[in-house]
């Protein structure tokens, strides 16, 4: 097993006192400013080209910095950020329903379970409301009501309708708006954008972040690229666990490249599960299909009440039917959280009382829905959600209860950054989910795309100037002897992996990582389970490098050599996963550890103890470095939605 040494406590320098709802506004006042003759004179460089890159490429490069933008994808509008369905949450209270940026602050520091920062938290709920402006002024289509107004709707975890959407394609949508904004900059020669490129490096210079060592994808030629300051917004490391609701190309590489370099990673075992996923069809898949959770607003979630029921649906009564989230859960309903969706789901199953092949699945029956509103109005919220459904799995959703089944989704964990978003080396900062700093130990529904383009549009301009306004930049050239490493890692790097020439596809190991990821580290882990994975994930990363086989060669499109090297990433990024869950020995959010539940089988936080961020400096024997989480407005409670 792993061995770790504890190191100082890790503190948020940045992170402005004083009344909650001043603190953003003190930050900005006291950040330098850099005027816009000298902000041409600055390079930066973004990598990512999602919702948290796009918007912040484009904001950067309007403000007068030049961009240098990178992305994997063939065009920033492939990015995953496209595949959001369900809203973005803002405090516009449009409803007149008792919203409010505190209430916004307030639900989603509960609904982290207490693990998130406040003053992080509070800004995010603070700066939502500009991102709706925004997102409008760009021409988001998003729902209106019949008088014109924006239409909203709930999502889990809230009593509240805050979540504005574009039917079942929220995130494509903003994504477009994004992309506009950036090829806006691209056509003026502000942006400097390279598609189909692979950040495989950081290049740190003084200890600053200079610059990236990449790869372009179709060529193989290695290139480096040098900057005053670099951005990551690179998105989260949820394909870890293999079957997973993310596109098959996300991954991790960039962030835990940095990590490597120096950049210390933060709560790795908050991962996500989604409690709307289409159940897994068999071994042969190898991603998982997301629907959206704004399903749960109209659809009711139920299994028979008889264990292996084999009836079809429609010929089980009303009264032979266990609606369990509306029984256990009465104040919420459908609505409660993800965290305690998904457990939910996961104890009816392990029960016997599961649906469909194995019975892993539950059904989401809109029966009562069409039947209250009419197919017509059902079409108009969820049209394409349902044809998607129907086209994965021949079942009309119109007719039949769609089934689903909890699913890896999202991750909390990230990169640890200070308020300013900076992480702990110097003009690296880190920005949407490849970051850890909003959502505590469990996201909310639709804080995902708040988070990224509050991160992109309105914090990063800001802090970042403040980095470039303190100056102090030094001239750095290619033949610096920290450049020349860093490029000479990634060719050896390369080579190294075309020359293992074994008899195992990437595929496989990445199969088998996922798996035991899923059993062990999964919806519930205990130390028993992580342990025995902790044994596992060297030998398996052992195998990897004696009998991995990688086909064709370095200078040439080659999507198993991109496959491995981040695969490859995966089974270090694994182990350090597993250790941040054995060591936390309480249960929180989507961090499940039955040796900690209470009697009525939730989880059991231990606020003396762990109510702080783990954050991990990378080493032979990793360090752990403890950031104490503070709560002056909202004060930890055992979470309750009854």
Not at 124 to 151: C, H, K, T, W
Not at 247 to 275: D, E, L
Not at 482 to 497: C, K, N, P, Y
Request: hydrophobic letters at 35%; glycine letters at 10%; proline letters at 5%.
């Amino acid at each position: 097993m792993l061995d770790y040494t504890i190191g100082e406590p890790i503190t948020d320098t940045k992170a402005p006192s004083g009344p909650i709802d001043e603190r953003w506004s003190a930050r900005k006042f006291s950040a330098k400013l850099v005027n816009p003759a000298n902000r041409r004179k600055h390079r930066v460089i973004v990598v990512g080209t999602g919702l948290a890159g796009g918007s912040a490429g484009a904001t950067l490069a309007e403000q007068g910095y030049h961009v240098v933008q990178f992305c994997f994808q063939d065009s920033p509008r492939r990015a995953h950020s496209v595949a959001a369905q369900g809203g973005i949450n803002a405090a516009k209270n449009y409803r007149n329903d008792g919203d409010s940026v505190h209430r916004l602050f307030y639900d989603t520091v509960k609904g982290g379970d207490f693990r998130s920062r406040e003053s992080n938290v509070y800004r995010l709920a603070e700066v939502s409301a500009q991102i709706i402006d925004q997102a409008v002024a760009q021409g988001v289509p998003f729902a209106r009501e019949y008088g014109g107004l924006l239409d909203t709707r709930s999502f889990g975890g809230v009593q509240v309708q805050r979540t504005f959407y574009a039917r079942g394609q929220t995130g494509q949508q903003l994504l477009i708006g994004a992309y506009q904004a950036l090829s806006r900059q691209i056509d003026a020669g502000n942006v400097e954008l390279h598609p189909r490129t692979e950040m495989l490096d950081l290049i740190v210079v003084d200890g600053r972040a200079r610059g990236i060592v990449a790869r372009d994808l179709v060529t193989g030629e290695v290139s480096t690229h040098l900057a005053d300051a670099v951005v990551l917004a690179t998105g989260g490391y949820g394909n870890v666990f293999y079957l997973s609701t993310n596109a098959k190309g996300s991954n991790a590489s960039a962030i835990w490249r940095a990590h490597k370099r120096g950049a210390y990673f933060a709560n790795p075992c908050f991962t996500q599960i989604h409690p709307t996923c289409i159940p897994r069809s068999g071994d042969h898949q190898s991603k998982l299909t997301l629907m959206s959770e704004s399903l749960r607003n109209d659809g009711r979630i139920w299994v028979p009440k008889a264990k292996q029921d084999p009836r079809p649906p429609d010929q089980i009564p009303e009264d032979e039917r266990d609606y369990y989230l509306e029984r256990l859960y009465p104040s919420f309903g459908n609505l409660v959280p993800r965290d305690i969706a998904s457990r939910a789901a996961k104890n009816i199953c392990d029960a016997g009382f599961g649906v469909g092949p194995g019975g892993l699945g539950v059904y989401l029956d809109f029966a009562d829905a069409i039947a209250r509103l009419g197919r017509p109005a059902v079409e108009a919220r969820y049209g394409n959600l349902f044809d998607m459904y129907q086209r994965i799995t021949a079942e009309n959703p119109y007719e039949v209860p769609m089934r689903i089944y909890p699913a890896i989704h999202y991750t909390m964990g990230g990169l640890w950054v200070d308020y300013d978003l900076q992480s702990t080396i110097p003009g690296m900062f880190v920005i949407g989910e490849a970051n850890f700093s909003d959502h505590g130990a469990n996201r909310l529904g639709a804080s995902a795309l708040m988070q990224g383009l509050a991160d992109g549009y309105f914090v990063l301009p800001a802090t970042l100037n403040d980095y470039i306004g303190q100056g102090g930049f030094t001239d750095v050239t290619l033949d610096d002897p920290a450049v020349v490493e860093a490029q000479t890692g990634v060719r050896d790097r390369i080579e190294r992996l075309l020359s293992v020439n074994g008899t195992r596809s990437v595929d496989s190991f990445h199969r088998e990582l996922g798996l035991m990821m899923w059993d062990h580290c999964g919806m519930a882990r205990t130390a028993e389970g992580l342990r025995k994975a902790l044994e596992r994930v060297p030998e398996l990363r052992a195998e990897f490098w004696r009998d991995v086989r990688i086909p064709g060669t370095g200078e040439e499109l080659n999507q198993e050599l991109e496959k491995a090297g981040r695969v490859a990433d995966f089974l270090e990024l694994a182990e350090l996963l597993l250790l941040d869950a054995l060591v936390r020995e309480e249960s929180c959010g989507g961090h499940f550890r039955e040796e900690h539940q209470t009697p009525e089988g939730e989880a059991a936080r231990d606020d003396e103890n762990f109510s702080h961020v783990s954050a991990w400096e990378y080493g032979e024997k990793p360090v752990l470095h403890k950031e104490p989480l503070n709560f002056d407005y909202v004060h930890p409670t055992q979470r309750s939605y009854t």
